[in-house]
């Protein structure tokens, strides 16, 4: 059975200067750095259904987010808002 195939557009929408590291989990749970992001950058990366992608803090290593990449095209929009301490709530977007 084929994969279904689709993108994920990471995008920083953080309110200050926040570098994100965006990584992709193999089957076995291993992540590969794939992407990093400053603020108000973006990346367009494929994706199959069913893989799971990890967003991190750049600087301090922290898990701020989780994706699972489906058929078709989608957003997930980093957010930080008023300190490193406290994510805001990370959030995607169907399409």
Do not use: C
Request: aromatic share 8%.
């Amino acid at each position: 059975m084929p994969s279904e195939k689709g993108t994920i557009t990471f995008v920083n929408v953080s309110d200050f200067i926040f570098d994100a590291s965006v990584y992709v989990v193999n089957e076995n749970g291993k992540e590969t750095f794939v992407v990093e992001l400053a603020t108000r950058q973006s990346s367009k990366q494929d994706t199959v259904a069913g893989q799971v992608w990890v967003v991190k803090d750049k600087e301090s290593g922290q898990q701020v987010g989780t994706v699972t990449g489906k058929a078709g095209d989608q957003t997930y929009e980093i957010k930080f808002g008023s300190g490193r301490d406290t994510p805001d709530q990370t959030r995607g977007g169907g399409g």
